[in-house]
């Protein structure tokens, strides 16, 4: 199965579906005529992908057998899954490593065409932050695997997360580190829409790709550009501590730690050349903060 640049109706998998990014990529790949296929675990809410007439096969990263079945005449596969999710027996171990390993193992096995992987910007040289660094080893595995795979590099998300959003209903910025220290943002949108042009771009096949906003940032300049678009002041505040982690582990709660002291040192900025070549536009930072605005003032009168 070959994938060329047309507009070919596909078969896609999408592994995380019922999440933050994978969500957005189901609602891209529906748009542009793809036919969708979602891996849901048992459990999960699946009313708004039932809504959409999409295709559901039950099953986990887990569980290899459930992988083989929800594979079958599929075409492309699309991943956002991360271990450090809602369920507390996800883990790096159990989704990132071994559940990477067998989807890919899985899709090998059945021929798929392409592999999409959302891998982290700056994976390769954040030996000390674990989440980022396994998804460097991920993207070894489909190297080492001869899979045809294109892995997109994502910088630290700016909207999509109540956590953030609430706040910024407020007139607050969250987050911690130094707050003069520029590093690379990007609305979820934007990295649904560049997964979902990787299913058929016939010039990404085993490219890695950062993605970000036209310039990295610092807190303070994100803090103004939010006042400018918005007409309002916006102060920074601190991110609520310990019991902002809810049920998280120390263990997850020291890798977060570890990756807020990776963003203080300066490296985390995309390289934004193959991102406006195969993805153009390259989302701005006016467009994308006005894009938040509009995010939190929805999310603040919705019905809880």
Known sequence: MSVPGSAERRRVLVVGSTGTVGGRVVDQL?????????????????????AKKVDLAEGDLTDPDSLARALRNVEVVVTTAQGYGRRPTDSLETVDDQGN??????????????????????CDVAVDVPHFYQKKLTEDYLS?????????????FLGGSPWLLEPIARG????????D?????????DVARSLAVAVDHPDVVGKKIDLGMDHAVTRRELARAFSSVSGREFKISAFGGRASFGNRSQRQINDFLAMVNFFATGKYVADRAQQAEFFPPVPTVEGTVSRVLQEAVVSSTAPH
């Open 181 to 189: 220290v520029a590093w690379t943002y990007i609305h979820p949108d």
């Open 101 to 122: 390993r067998n989807l890919a193992d899985a899709a090998s096995d059945a021929g798929v065409a392409r592999f999409v992987f959302t891998s982290i910007l700056k």
């Open 30 to 50: 529906l748009r542009t005529g793809h036919e969708v296929r979602a891996l849901t675990r048992a459990g999960s809410d699946v009313h708004a992908l039932l």
């Open 172 to 179: 607050e910025l969250p987050g911690m580190g130094p707050e």
């Open 144 to 156: 080492r695997k001869g899979l045809p795979f294109v892995a997109l590099r994502p910088g630290a």
